[in-house]
């Protein structure tokens, strides 16, 4: 019996943590400007979203922070790295997120319920600024892959959209007497929000719960890998992914009787392309033989 393992990296390094940082200092200079704009135009989805960005800017700065631990390699402590601390930082956005956005549904139904004036004018002025500052930011983040920077967009979109909704409500406003516009957009982006929020944080559960990655089918790397050359059978398959990025496959690989030293090393060869050509980068083959697979207590009780 025998094994072997192998690593592979399919793309260069990543830029999460510039993405994020990014993301950290336009939110928190722009949550000054928002607060002081608030006050100046009385508008609650101004002020809403100044002090959302100030307690955002505080959840940015842990992202950051765990997303630069993220690429450590493995020690003693964290023999695989330290990858998933990138999810702690996207798990962590999710509920400041969550939380936000109750507090401005709450906020909103009061304004509802007793209307006040708001400078429509300031409102969209500011919102100019708003559009272009948190757009950057967005255009920055779109092309990210990581689920910490999956949930920093989710975080900027909700600004881009809010300012476009500020910037409508205060145009309506301007040329109608409609107070209820305001809050009441603010309600629509809340919902947004808890609704992307909600698909980015199940996704980052099932990878902490070590699903096998969406895009990898695990039935056909069975079958794949059945038809590999002097390969007899296969068990004890997994596949699981450390950061939804990270791929990872440990198999069991039985090969026929008489072979040869040469054919165990390309059936091994081979196993190790199929699952790299699936976007597997980091393989883990245990070999047996026909003769010695009844011994294996992973084919008598699987997983």
């Not at 779109?142 to 979109?157: C, D, P, W, Y």
């Not at 070590?210 to 997994?238: C, M, R, T, W």
């Amino acid at each position: 019996m025998s094994s072997d393992h192998s690593h592979s990296h399919a793309h260069g390094p990543n830029d999460a943590g510039k993405n994020i940082a990014v993301a950290f200092f336009l939110n928190f200079f722009f949550a000054i400007i928002e607060l002081i704009g608030g006050i100046l135009t009385n508008s609650v989805a101004i002020l809403s979203d100044a002090f959302h960005d100030f307690g955002d800017s505080l959840s940015l700065g842990v992202a950051w922070y765990l997303q630069k631990i993220s690429t450590k390699k493995g020690d003693s402590r964290f023999s695989y790295g330290y990858k998933r601390f990138s999810l702690l930082g996207s798990i962590f956005i999710s509920v400041v997120l969550v939380v936000g956005s109750i507090l401005i549904v709450a906020e909103s139904i009061k304004r509802f319920a007793d209307p006040q004036d708001t400078n429509a004018a300031g409102m969209v002025l500011l919102s100019i600024l708003g559009i272009i500052v948190n757009g950057a930011a967005v255009f920055r983040l779109k092309k990210g892959r990581s689920h910490n920077e999956k949930a920093v967009l989710i975080h900027m979109m909700e600004d881009l959209l809010g300012w476009i909704a500020v910037m409508a409500g205060g145009i309506l406003m301007h040329f109608w007497d409609l107070p209820f516009i305001d809050p009441m957009l603010s309600v629509i982006i809340a919902v947004w929000v808890l609704f992307n929020v909600y698909k980015n944080l199940s996704s980052t559960i099932s990878i902490m719960l070590q699903e096998v990655p969406k895009d990898v089918d695990i039935s056909d790397l069975y079958n794949d890998f059945k038809s590999i050359g002097k390969a007899d059978s296969i068990h004890d398959l997994h596949v699981w992914t450390l950061d939804g990025e990270s791929h990872i496959l440990s198999v069991h690989l039985v090969m026929q009787e008489n072979v040869t030293r040469e054919e165990v090393q390309k059936a091994k060869e081979s196993l190790k392309q199929i699952a790299m050509h699936r976007g597997i980068g980091h393989v883990t083959v245990e070999v047996e033989f026909c003769d010695e697979v009844s011994c294996c207590s992973y084919y008598k009780n699987p997983c």
